[in-house]
C-alpha cells in the first residue's frame, strides 16, 4: 500500500516536472522568436504577457461557462411523484428504497 502512495507521488513529481519543462521551452521558442523583431527586453516582457494570459483567459472562460445550479422545479416534481407513489404503494416505496440502499453500498467509494 505504501510502494502505491510513493508511486504516485513520484509518478506526480515526475508529471509536474513535464509540465514545467514544456512550458519552459515554450518560454524560450517565443522568446527567441521575438528577440530580433522587438529586441532582447520586449522579447522577455512579450513572453511573459503570453504565458500569464493564456492560463488568465482560460480561468475566465471557464468560470463563464459554468454549469448553473439546476432548477427546484424539476427535483420537487420527482419529489412529489414519489411520494404520491409511497402513499398510494407503499410495497413498491420499499423495495425502491431497498434497491436505492443496495446502490449506494456498492457505489460507494471505497478509502483505500
Do not use: E, H
Not at 521551452?25 to 530580433?36: D, E, N, P, R, V
Not at 492560463?55 to 445550479?69: E, Q, S, T
Amino acid at each position: 500500500m505504501i510502494a502505491k502512495a510513493a508511486a504516485g507521488v513520484v509518478l506526480g513529481i515526475i508529471a509536474i516536472a513535464m509540465i514545467a519543462v514544456g512550458v519552459s521551452f515554450a518560454g524560450y521558442a517565443i522568446f527567441s522568436a521575438l528577440a530580433m523583431p522587438v529586441g532582447v527586453p520586449g522579447a522577455a516582457a512579450l513572453t511573459a504577457l503570453v504565458l500569464l494570459i493564456g492560463p488568465l483567459l482560460f480561468i475566465v472562460l471557464a468560470m463563464m461557462f459554468r454549469p448553473r445550479k439546476q432548477d427546484l422545479l424539476n427535483d420537487q416534481f420527482i419529489m412529489s411523484a414519489l411520494s404520491g407513489l409511497a402513499r398510494d404503494k407503499p410495497l413498491i416505496a420499499m423495495i425502491g428504497a431497498g434497491i436505492l440502499g443496495a446502490a449506494g453500498i456498492f457505489l460507494r467509494r471505497r478509502k483505500r
